[in-house]
């Protein structure tokens, strides 16, 4: 039932390739959407920043991060960065794809990976940027599901981005929008 559900993700995303050299513009940056090979059905795999952080203190996040020189593309920098916040090692990646890109309110263009991970993997929370990892059924993340839906305007642009309650944590914002278009693209 899973493959089936990746193939057809897959078969929905743009390309991304581990070692395609494609330097990014500076201060682009990549997350990485894992969904965890469960029998029952993928789970998404999600990161409770750090409340002591200058920049998003505390909220629900993809494991990512901003573009470094030594990344040759966004795909190694959406690896990178979740190697460093949560131990997940590059080679458990299998991926599916990517997203179209997305854009901060500060005007950051984020590049959201989709790949697929085994079950039962040790993470570990880097305390310097984290407080927590969770995971969540793909399935809760559905538009159906939202709890509440927030609107607003950027550029003369009106957008509603999704809400989601799960445990004691609110998904909200890009990751919440992020969630959600991975969510429709699972629909069989």
Same mark, same amino acid.
């Given at each position: 039932?899973?493959?089936?559900?990746?193939?057809?993700?897959?078969?929905?995303?743009?390309?991304?390739?581990?070692?395609?050299?494609?330097?990014?513009?500076?201060?682009?940056?990549?997350?990485?959407?894992?969904?965890?090979?469960?029998?029952?059905?993928?789970? !998404?795999? *999600?990161?409770? &920043?750090?409340?002591?952080?200058?920049?998003?203190? +505390?909220? /629900?996040?993809? %494991?990512?991060?901003?573009?470094?020189?030594?990344?040759?593309?966004?795909?190694?920098?959406?690896?990178?960065?979740?190697?460093?916040?949560?131990?997940?090692?590059?080679?458990? !990646?299998? *991926?599916?794809? &990517?997203?179209?890109?997305?854009?901060?309110?500060? +005007?950051? /263009?984020?590049? %959201?990976?989709?790949?697929?991970?085994?079950?039962?993997?040790?993470?570990?929370?880097?305390?310097?940027?984290?407080?927590?990892?969770?995971?969540?059924?793909?399935?809760?993340?559905?538009?159906?599901?939202?709890?509440?839906?927030?609107?607003?305007?950027?550029? +003369?642009?009106?957008?509603?981005?999704?809400?989601?309650?799960?445990?004691?944590?609110?998904?909200?914002?890009?990751?919440?929008?992020?969630?959600?278009?991975?969510?429709?693209?699972?629909?069989?």
């Amino acid at each position: 039932m899973s493959e089936a559900i990746y193939r057809h993700i897959a078969s929905q995303l743009f390309p991304a390739e581990r070692h395609t050299p494609e330097p990014p513009a500076r201060g682009q940056a990549a997350v990485l959407i894992a969904l965890i090979d469960k029998p029952e059905g993928p789970d !998404v795999l *999600l990161t409770l &920043r750090a409340r002591h952080l200058k920049n998003h203190p +505390g909220e /629900v996040a993809f %494991p990512g991060g901003k573009w470094e020189r030594e990344d040759h593309n966004l795909v190694r920098t959406a690896l990178r960065e979740s190697f460093e916040e949560t131990g997940l090692p590059s080679d458990k !990646v299998r *991926l599916l794809g &990517r997203l179209a890109n997305y854009q901060t309110q500060k +005007g950051v /263009v984020v590049t %959201p990976v989709v790949g697929v991970i085994p079950p039962g993997l040790a993470l570990t929370p880097d305390p310097s940027e984290l407080d927590d990892i969770f995971s969540l059924p793909l399935a809760e993340l559905a538009a159906g599901r939202a709890q509440r839906w927030d609107e607003f305007e950027r550029a +003369g642009k009106r957008y509603r981005v999704p809400v989601y309650q799960w445990q004691q944590h609110t998904i909200w914002g890009l990751t919440a929008a992020m969630a959600c278009k991975l969510a429709k693209l699972a629909a069989l």
